[in-house]
Structures are given as structure tokens and as C-alpha cells.
Nanobody
Framework: QVRLEESGGGLVQAGGSLRLSCTASGSISTLRSMGWYRQAPGLPREFLAAIARSNSIKYADSDDVKGRFTISRDSAWNTNTIHLQVKFLKPEDTAVYYC???????????WGQGTQVTVSS
């Protein structure tokens, strides 16, 4: 079993920043990458960023995402926790943010329960 636990969401004023965290636990020895997606009401889930086991990082093909979102690993000793730092928050960033994990040898993606981020104007 794989468990992904997100934290750090909440209500934030526009212009502010926040940091989301996600910790993977369970059968994760073949963890290949972890990442972040978000889903706003009425819209499909969209990819934001991912960090591979090799520490290579990929961001969504969006200047806005690349300019305001930063994905990172907690530390060299805690490689199963990742963060997503978001700055200059906008009301349109309001969404449920999901942590994602992919594994070598497994086709399925794994998802956390999601953490709500609400940005007030």
C-alpha cells in the first residue's frame, strides 16, 4: 500500500504565499517521481510540477507556473517528502491540490486526498 499525505493548504490572501507538503509512505521502495496537480471547480486536473528520484524537475509548460511555483524535496535525508512553494497567489489559484506518485514497474498513478487552497481577493 502507498499513502500520500498532503498538508499546508488553507485560506490565503491574494499576493501571499504558501507551501504545500506531501509525504509518501508504505511500499515506496520503487518510487520514481512525485509531483503536484491541482483541480479547480468545473475544470480538469492539471499538472503543475514533478520531481524525479534523480532529482530532475519538470514544470508545466506555463510561464505563470514556472515563475510562481517551486517544487523541492525536503532534504537529502528525507527524500519521500516534497514541497510546493507558491508565491504571489491569485484567486484563480483556488483549487484542490493533489500530490501524485509514480513507481517503477507499476502503471497506476497514486494520489493523495488533496488539500484545498483558497485565495481571497
Amino acid at each position: 500500500q502507498v499513502r500520500l499525505e498532503e498538508s499546508g493548504g488553507g485560506l490565503v490572501q491574494a499576493g501571499g504565499s504558501l507551501r504545500l507538503s506531501c509525504t509518501a509512505s508504505g511500499s515506496i521502495s520503487t518510487l520514481r517521481s512525485m509531483g503536484w496537480y491541482r483541480q479547480a471547480p468545473g475544470l480538469p486536473r492539471e499538472f503543475l510540477a514533478a520531481i524525479a528520484r534523480s532529482n530532475s524537475i519538470k514544470y508545466a509548460d506555463s510561464d505563470d507556473v514556472k515563475g510562481r511555483f517551486t517544487i523541492s524535496r525536503d532534504s537529502a535525508w528525507n527524500t519521500n517528502t516534497i514541497h510546493l512553494q507558491v508565491k504571489f497567489l491569485k484567486p484563480e489559484d483556488t483549487a484542490v491540490y493533489y500530490c501524485n506518485a509514480r513507481f517503477y514497474g507499476r502503471d497506476a498513478d497514486y494520489w493523495g486526498q488533496g488539500t484545498q487552497v483558497t485565495v481571497s481577493s
